[in-house]
């Protein structure tokens, strides 16, 4: 049996940047909810994770995020396709390794 190479990735945050989408959703929940907003740097910091762990941390200290959890699932699937972009260059590499490898994400 040969060995067989496929290339996986995950596309948020790899393939996409989807850093200025997930900033104006949080800052757009926590505006709702009456709590100060976040700078782009401190959501850039809270993500990675997924959703809750990014309400867990952007909600002010003491707050249960569980409202703003909620908030965010309805809020950013409808706007996160906004700012949301492929980094520079990736299209073009994905076609050279396209070429060569399978590919998943």
Same mark, same amino acid.
């Given at each position: 049996?040969? *060995?067989?190479?496929?290339?996986?990735?995950? &596309?948020? +945050?790899? &393939?996409?940047?989807?850093? #200025?989408? &997930?900033?104006?959703?949080?800052?757009?929940?926590?505006? @709702?909810?009456?709590?100060? @907003?976040?700078?782009?740097?401190?959501?850039?910091? /809270? *993500?990675?994770? +997924? #959703?809750?762990?990014?309400?867990?941390?952007?909600?002010?200290? +003491?707050?249960? #995020? !569980? @409202?703003? /959890?909620? =908030? /965010? !699932?309805?809020?950013?699937?409808?706007?996160? !396709?906004?700012?949301?972009?492929?980094?520079?260059?990736?299209?073009? =590499?994905? #076609?050279? &390794?396209? @070429?060569?490898?399978?590919?998943?994400?």
């Amino acid at each position: 049996m040969g *060995v067989y190479q496929i290339l996986f990735s995950d &596309l948020d +945050g790899t &393939l996409l940047d989807t850093l #200025a989408d &997930l900033h104006d959703s949080t800052n757009h929940v926590l505006r @709702e909810l009456g709590y100060p @907003e976040r700078t782009l740097d401190e959501v850039r910091r /809270f *993500v990675g994770n +997924g #959703a809750r762990r990014l309400m867990d941390q952007a909600v002010p200290e +003491g707050v249960d #995020a !569980q @409202e703003a /959890f909620d =908030a /965010f !699932q309805n809020w950013y699937p409808k706007h996160c !396709q906004i700012k949301t972009k492929p980094y520079a260059g990736i299209l073009e =590499a994905l #076609a050279v &390794l396209g @070429e060569k490898y399978p590919m998943a994400v």
